[in-house]
Structure formats: structure tokens, C-alpha cells
């Protein structure tokens, strides 16, 4: 897996000015704009439908799409009724803190001003930056969490959509867990978007990485390609890890989980596949546990990443959760308002309380 180290710096000073910003690449452009259509369509399916639908991003880093769908629930009125909750779960604390600034607190990284979307809301609706705030805050929630492991239960009558974007694929050292942990979050009737890079164009990327390298992005200087039996690996000294796949690696590993319904090619490098969960339909029950313990029957959960038992609703109360399965204490922290658990690095009880004493 990429670096923590790598991807907390570049949340904190490079990532939304030469990735996603006016200074990006004009070929990263075009390859978000395709994909930010072909996962348009699949979400617009259920709300057109009038399904109740979650939206989970794995690898939401700075929030692009925190951002995207929040905006669509205050202005289209179909998505504030159906869209009930946008997730986005990454390893990175600074890239969570980095999107709950570009949701909520305009800024200026390296010279370039970059508007909040509550700010763009406001000024385009007119409602006050307080009330746009306020709707996010219930609609938009982050958690700090290993994609590797098991960290969110959705249960009842939602259709989950969730999105691996951008190559993010390709950045997580355990791809197999990490599918098998997406298809038992997505249930039997979601839809799962994701993105790869195409190994056969790794000549686009080495000069990409180049290319962003001397616009200002110094954590990808130094790049080097390794060929391996199935596609092959950019990697820095930084920390930096991209993963390409062949488009037959990729099949492979998404249909082990999934049903694929097409593969996608995306700008010049990129193959998107559109999947559907491999699971027949049958009766939505809710695990005894969960019934017991008094959750509603359509409800987002935090699992405990240590054991997989539930911890509580998504709709946070307490500044700490506990895991009375494995005695695990997991923390939450308040970022302007965003409630924010920490699920990567569980402490044992008496280990917190002495850490919060001194």
C-alpha cells in the first residue's frame, strides 16, 4: 500500500491543486470527467427510480466526490430525498481533515484560492453559508478506516452504490480483502463503480508522474516502473505505490465477488468496470446481534475493524465507541462539525485512559 506518510502530504499541500485543481494535467481532466459521468448514470438509476440509496466511496481523499453529491443534495430535489448518506472512508486522517475543509472552509494552497462548496452553494442558491453547513452535516460522513478491513454494516431497505475511483484500486496492498469486504457492505442490490489504471499505457503514467512531478507535486519525483506477472507497479522512495493491471488481472479479481456487467474504457489509460453483486436476492434480515441491541432495521453501522462487531449507528453521539466483543476503544474527533470516528488503530481500554490522562 502507498505510504500514510505519502498520501498526508499530499492531502495537506499538492493534491487538490496539481491532481484535481486548474493546474492539473489536462489528461487527469478528461479521465475525471469520464468518470465522473459513468458513475452519474449508475447513482441517477436509483434516484430516478426513487430508491433510497447510500453512496460509499473507498479512497474518498480530499472529497471530489464528498463534495459532488453533497452539492446535488441541496440543489436537486430528487437527491435530497433519495440520496441518504455520502461515506467516505480513507487510511489518511490529513486527507479526511483536508475534505471536511473543502466542504466547509474556503482556502488558499499554494497561491490558489479554493472556494468551499458550502461557499459556492451559497452564493449560487442564496440560503446562508449556516444552513448549507447544516445539511451536509447530516447527509455527508467520514471515517478513518483500513479499506482492508470490515468497518461499515448497511442494513435494511437502502441500494448501495459504492465507488473505488481515480486508480484507487491500485494503491491498497490487499485488493482480494478489500473486494470481499465491499461486496458484504454493498448487500444484493448495489452497484459497485471502480476504476483501474490500463498497464498496457504505463508510458501515459511514467510521463503523467513526470509531468505532475515538475508542476510542483515533489512527493512523485523519482518514479520508477516494475514489471511483474500481472501488470506492474510505479513506486517513489516517498512511499508512493500505483498499481497498473491488465484488463484480464482486473476481470479476474472484480468477478470473484461480483457479477461485472461491462468494462469501461476510461480517457486513454484507465478501465472502469459496472458490477453488480454476485449474492441471489433473498430475505433482508438483520443479524441477531444487531436486532438486540435495538438498531433500526434500515441503518449504516460502524464495525469494529478488530472483531467486525457492531459499534453503533453512523449518526455519532459519544466522543469514544467501544467494542464490547474485544474490549477495543476506538475515538471519535470533531472537525468543525464533522464527527470523524479513528477505526485504523484500536486501543485497548486501559492503554486510552492512560494516554488521555497524561
Partial sequence: ?????????????TYDVYVLGKRAPEEIKLFLAEEDEKLDEVIDNYINKKKNTVFVEIGSGTGRYMMRYGARVILNENYRKYLKYIIGIDFSKQMIETCIRNLSLTRVVRGERLS???????????IPLKDIREQLLRRVYLINADA????????GEFNVVIGIMFGTLGNIADVRKTLANVSEMMKDDGSLVVTVFNERFADIGFNLYD?????????????????????????????FLSHWFTEEEFRELVKKHFSIKNIHLVSKRGLMAIAKSKRRKRLLRMPTRIKERGIDSSSVNLLCPNC?????????????????????????ENHHGFRVPILVEPQNPLQHEKKMRT
Avoid: P
Avoid at 506518510?5 to 495537506?12: G, L, P
Avoid at 482492508?148 to 442494513?155: G, Q, R
Fill in 1 to 13: 500500500m502507498s505510504s500514510l506518510k505519502f498520501w498526508d502530504a499530499a492531502a495537506s499541500e
Fill in 116 to 126: 468551499s462548496i458550502v461557499e459556492k452553494l451559497s452564493i449560487k442558491t442564496g
Fill in 148 to 155: 482492508n478491513k470490515a468497518c461499515l454494516k448497511i442494513s
Fill in 211 to 239: 509531468e505532475l512531478a515538475n508542476r510542483g507535486f515533489q512527493e512523485l519525483r523519482g518514479i520508477t516502473w516494475t514489471r511483474k506477472n500481472h501488470g506492474g507497479s510505479f513506486t517513489t522512495e516517498t512511499g
Fill in 308 to 332: 467486525g462487531e457492531v459499534l453503533g449507528m453512523i449518526q455519532l453521539e459519544s466522543n469514544e465507541l467501544h467494542c464490547a466483543v474485544c474490549n477495543k476503544n476506538y475515538v471519535v
